[in-house]
């Protein structure tokens, strides 16, 4: 009996310690691929294996929102961006349904849907009108956004009881889709209207950069003090709206905001779905903070050819080995300098971005000839402010401008941190 005992605990003790190996082995397995994952991060995140199929946007989470839904007349605010996974996690990545195809199959009543700058399908210019017209596949009447009508009307609300926000953000301030967010917003607290806001990662979301805008250089492309970069997801954006009080007349609105799965602001993420026709990839995401700033002067960023943000050239810079000739294409029915050879610089090989790169906007006014404008009328827009142009203009280098930059951000992240839903 007394062998039979000590057998017994010998297995007991055999079996506990290979639990026990068993589970280190997977935590320190766990902890090099972290580890590994960060390190390529560091190196160049975009060649590391996408973190999309772990991060759940909450579109896919329906138990989270359907139940909000429920018996409501609700109108939806979206995009081509407005997607839902159909299936398990590991089916391929393009496996994908329209939120509203999806609402409809589960009976949600659904009585008009908002559409963005670009539209419902994503298909315009930037900058192009969009007119109000009926979805071909479920007959709902669709009501642009963009153009003189940005933000919705009391008749346009009427009958709503609750309006669903989910469109897909880069995190750049001159990027409207969050000042469509703040009309949308504001209209639905004038009236009453309960707003939820579907969140979804930032691509652009792990660093805080460039000039924060002044309150005289309120635009579409850009209605609040916040840097070019802000470093938030548009739920999180959604929360510091209300917070802040930037709606018309101090009102507040009934927010709620359904959050992410498994997202952190430093995880990368590749978003499925081109979130406008001029930005293709990955790259041109990454890049479009620098860049961007090109849409407010004479030169061409890449509209006009496969490359969109991602090269940027004149027919009057230096001739080099680079060069590219934009034409119409979809997106950019008239780009700038359409079918002339242009020459600048191709980006879509540079390392991934952690901060606003100023050099490439500094060279190309330097190389521009003081017989052209090298800013036009948007650009104040686009910075925020006079002061980008005039530093340019008188010679300042980017590490000075950079420097001009800091004491807002540092500001700006004190608010910020307030409307953090991740780390």
Same mark, same amino acid.
């Given at each position: 009996? &007394?062998?039979?005992?000590?057998? =017994?605990?010998?297995?007991?003790?055999?079996?506990?310690?290979?639990?026990?190996?068993?589970?280190?082995?997977?935590?320190?397995?766990? =902890?090099?691929?972290?580890?590994?994952?960060?390190?390529?991060?560091?190196?160049?995140?975009?060649?590391?294996?996408?973190?999309?199929?772990?991060?759940?946007?909450?579109?896919?989470?329906?138990?989270?929102?359907?139940?909000?839904?429920?018996?409501?007349?609700?109108?939806?605010?979206?995009?081509?961006?407005?997607?839902?996974?159909?299936?398990? *996690?590991?089916?391929?990545?393009?496996?994908?349904?329209?939120?509203?195809?999806?609402?409809?199959?589960?009976?949600?009543?659904?009585?008009?849907?908002?559409?963005?700058?670009?539209?419902?399908?994503?298909?315009?210019?930037?900058?192009?009108?969009?007119?109000?017209? =009926?979805?071909? &596949?479920?007959?709902?009447?669709?009501?642009?956004?963009?153009?003189?009508?940005?933000?919705?009307?009391?008749?346009?609300?009427?009958?709503?009881?609750?309006?669903?926000?989910?469109?897909?953000?880069?995190?750049?301030?001159?990027?409207?889709?969050?000042?469509?967010?703040?009309?949308?917003?504001?209209?639905?607290?004038?009236?009453?209207?309960?707003?939820?806001?579907?969140?979804?990662?930032?691509?652009?979301?792990?660093?805080?950069?460039?000039?924060?805008?002044?309150?005289?250089?309120?635009?579409?492309?850009?209605?609040?003090?916040?840097?070019?970069?802000?470093?938030?997801?548009?739920?999180?954006?959604?929360?510091?709206?209300?917070?802040?009080?930037?709606?018309?007349?101090?009102?507040?609105?009934?927010?709620?905001?359904?959050?992410?799965?498994?997202?952190?602001?430093?995880?990368?993420?590749?978003?499925?779905?081109?979130?406008?026709?001029?930005?293709?990839?990955?790259?041109?995401?990454?890049?479009?903070?620098?860049?961007?700033?090109?849409?407010?002067?004479?030169?061409?960023?890449?509209?006009?050819?496969?490359?969109?943000?991602?090269?940027?050239?004149?027919?009057?810079?230096? %001739?080099?080995?680079?060069?590219?000739?934009?034409?119409?294409?979809?997106?950019?029915?008239?780009?700038?300098?359409?079918?002339?050879?242009?020459?600048?610089?191709?980006?879509?090989?540079?390392?991934?971005?952690?901060?606003?790169?100023?050099?490439?906007?500094?060279?190309?006014?330097? &190389?521009?000839?003081?017989?052209?404008?090298?800013?036009?009328?948007?650009?104040?827009?686009?910075?925020?402010?006079?002061?980008?142009?005039?530093?340019? %203009?008188?010679?300042?280098?980017?590490?000075?401008?950079?420097?001009?930059?800091?004491?807002?951000?540092?500001?700006?992240?004190?608010?910020?941190?307030?409307? *953090?839903?991740?780390?």
């Amino acid at each position: 009996m &007394k062998r039979l005992i000590q057998s =017994k605990n010998t297995y007991l003790i055999l079996v506990t310690a290979l639990i026990i190996f068993l589970f280190v082995k997977a935590a320190d397995k766990s =902890k090099s691929i972290d580890n590994q994952l960060v390190k390529n991060h560091n190196a160049n995140p975009l060649e590391v294996v996408k973190d999309s199929l772990k991060i759940i946007p909450a579109a896919d989470q329906l138990q989270d929102y359907l139940p909000l839904l429920e018996g409501k007349n609700i109108a939806v605010v979206a995009n081509q961006t407005s997607i839902v996974k159909t299936g398990k *996690l590991k089916e391929p990545e393009n496996s994908f349904r329209h939120l509203i195809d999806t609402l409809l199959s589960h009976k949600v009543k659904i009585r008009k849907v908002f559409a963005p700058e670009h539209g419902f399908r994503g298909k315009a210019d930037a900058g192009e009108a969009v007119a109000n017209d =009926k979805d071909s &596949k479920t007959g709902l009447p669709l009501i642009s956004l963009y153009g003189k009508n940005k933000k919705p009307g009391q008749e346009q609300l009427k009958d709503i009881e609750l309006v669903l926000f989910d469109i897909q953000d880069v995190g750049v301030r001159f990027y409207t889709y969050i000042s469509t967010l703040t009309y949308v917003m504001e209209a639905c607290a004038e009236k009453g209207i309960p707003v939820i806001v579907l969140d979804r990662p930032n691509p652009n979301g792990h660093y805080v950069d460039g000039p924060v805008l002044e309150s005289e250089f309120s635009s579409f492309l850009g209605m609040h003090p916040i840097p070019l970069v802000y470093g938030m997801t548009i739920g999180e954006y959604a929360n510091m709206i209300n917070g802040e009080q930037w709606l018309s007349g101090k009102l507040k609105c009934d927010l709620t905001v359904i959050p992410l799965a498994h997202y952190d602001h430093n995880k990368i993420y590749s978003l499925p779905v081109r979130p406008s026709p001029n930005l293709p990839n990955d790259k041109s995401i990454n890049l479009y903070p620098s860049l961007g700033f090109f849409e407010g002067t004479i030169i061409n960023a890449g509209r006009g050819t496969e490359k969109q943000f991602q090269r940027f050239g004149a027919p009057f810079f230096p %001739e080099t080995d680079f060069a590219y000739t934009p034409k119409s294409n979809f997106g950019a029915q008239n780009p700038k300098f359409n079918g002339e050879k242009c020459y600048g610089l191709d980006l879509q090989h540079t390392p991934f971005l952690s901060k606003v790169n100023l050099e490439w906007l500094i060279d190309a006014y330097q &190389k521009t000839p003081k017989d052209k404008a090298f800013f036009g009328p948007t650009f104040t827009a686009h910075a925020g402010n006079e002061k980008l142009q005039k530093q340019i %203009e008188d010679g300042w280098s980017a590490e000075q401008i950079r420097a001009t930059w800091q004491d807002d951000i540092a500001a700006f992240q004190k608010i910020r941190v307030k409307y *953090l839903i991740y780390p």
